[in-house]
């Protein structure tokens, strides 16, 4: 405890009522004012709230926690709200009941998919539920909605952040280096904000001839390409929110870029493109929504990012580290290889960042057209082979004409 210093004055104190007696006593903090209180966690005396801030982290800290758990603790809900969310419970329930009197069981009867009353209180409280708390035939229903797609109905679409017009006014120092804090930008109608965009690096990044010895390799813009399309990928499935599950988005980062997952090197665009469409189009994929489509809106969104410059690049670049970071902090003692993977990923990712940071627009142009004519390559050979299919298909069919040309 630390001694109190005291003055003895005949006036009588008018600054507080807290403290009648002529012994007045200095604030423990600034050594200044008198102490006109006293924290009720150490007894520590204070004159004002400056003081009382820097006194003690752990007593401000505390007090404010208790505070924010005692506001939470009285927030009850009206009897309107429970009202609304009973409703739209009911309604749930309505819309699926009716679903399944089409689905009848064995013995003609139709399943019930009422939530019991646990549940809902479950709800109303705020409570999370697990796949537990559901009964048998809610966990069938829960199968079948997800193998369905349905609940994807209910996810609110992810717009990507190099889509908004913020992206297209990303700032950057001249070593890549973060400026300023984003702020919301009042022109932007659509309600983007620029604090969606990715973080750019918080120290400046190095030349890339002070990180290697030899001269960067001519395939780096076919490599970058690879990885960017990796990257859109993955956030896409996982809807912008990489976060969730950076170890399972870092591994579907490896899975579909063969620049970072296999260390190899495509030496030509068709080589890059192609393993990307590959993957997509797999059968491990399209339960996601995969498929040629969604593959050639992803070379779509390579060529967009292209089109933005160095800054939105080097920002993309750095996001990809971090989900890579975050995915070694997550890998288990057992998963030394992955995480040897993990670790070689991201250097070089840090290159591709350093060396993207030090190329000219033209480079981007360049290669953004290299990207645009082999998807119309692409997409030409896919529909001459589905024109194609179809013409043999017609002439191995007998009787009349099944098809017919058209100019």
């Not at 401000?60 to 739209?88: C, G």
């Not at 490896?254 to 296999?262: A, I, N, Y």
């Not at 840090?350 to 390559?377: G, H, I």
């Amino acid at each position: 405890m630390i001694p109190e210093k005291t003055i003895i004055t005949s006036e009588t104190s008018k600054s507080s009522p807290l403290n009648p007696s002529s012994t007045r006593i200095i604030c423990h903090v600034c050594n200044k004012q008198f102490a006109q209180y006293t924290c009720p966690r150490c007894n520590f005396r204070y004159c004002s709230l400056p003081c009382y801030k820097s006194h003690s982290v752990q007593c401000t800290e505390s007090f404010m926690r208790e505070n924010v758990v005692d506001e939470l603790r009285q927030v009850r809900s009206d009897d309107q709200t429970k009202t609304k969310m009973l409703e739209i419970l009911k309604r749930f329930h309505e819309e699926e009941e009716e679903d399944d009197d089409d689905i009848m069981t064995d013995d003609g009867e139709g399943s019930s998919s009422t939530l019991p009353e646990e549940t809902i209180q479950k709800i109303l409280a705020g409570d999370e539920i697990s796949f537990d708390d559901l009964s048998l035939e809610e966990r069938k229903g829960f199968q079948r909605a997800l193998a369905s797609g349905e609940l994807s109905k209910m996810i609110e679409p992810w717009d990507p952040w190099w889509l908004s017009s913020s992206a297209q006014r990303i700032s950057l120092g001249a070593q890549g280096k973060q400026l300023v804090q984003c702020v919301e930008d009042e022109d932007d109608k659509e309600g983007t904000f620029v604090s969606d965009i990715p973080r750019g690096p918080d120290a400046p990044l190095i030349s890339p001839s002070k990180l290697s010895s030899t001269k960067s390799s001519p395939l780096l813009p076919l490599h970058l390409v690879d990885v960017l399309y990796s990257y859109c990928f993955t956030l896409r499935i996982y809807n912008g929110e990489w976060q969730s599950d950076s170890l399972g988005a870092a591994t579907m980062v490896l899975s579909v870029s063969s620049v970072l997952g296999q260390n190899a090197q495509p030496g030509t665009m068709k080589e890059v493109l192609s393993f990307c469409l590959e993957h997509t189009c797999s059968s491990a994929y399209k339960s996601l929504g995969g498929g040629l489509k969604f593959g050639l809106n992803l070379v779509d969104d390579v060529i967009h990012l292209l089109s933005l410059g160095n800054a939105a690049l080097v920002c993309l670049l750095c996001d990809l580290q971090r989900l890579i970071r975050c995915a070694i902090q997550e890998v288990k003692s057992s998963g030394r290889d992955l995480k040897k993977k993990l670790k070689l990923a991201d250097r070089k990712v840090y290159f591709m960042m350093c060396w993207v940071n030090d190329q000219t627009p033209e480079v981007w142009q360049a290669l953004e057209s290299s990207v645009r004519a082999e998807k119309n390559s692409i997409v030409e050979l896919n529909d001459y082979k589905g024109f194609r299919d179809l013409k043999e298909k017609a002439h191995t069919q007998k009787g009349g004409v099944v098809i017919e040309e058209i100019e």
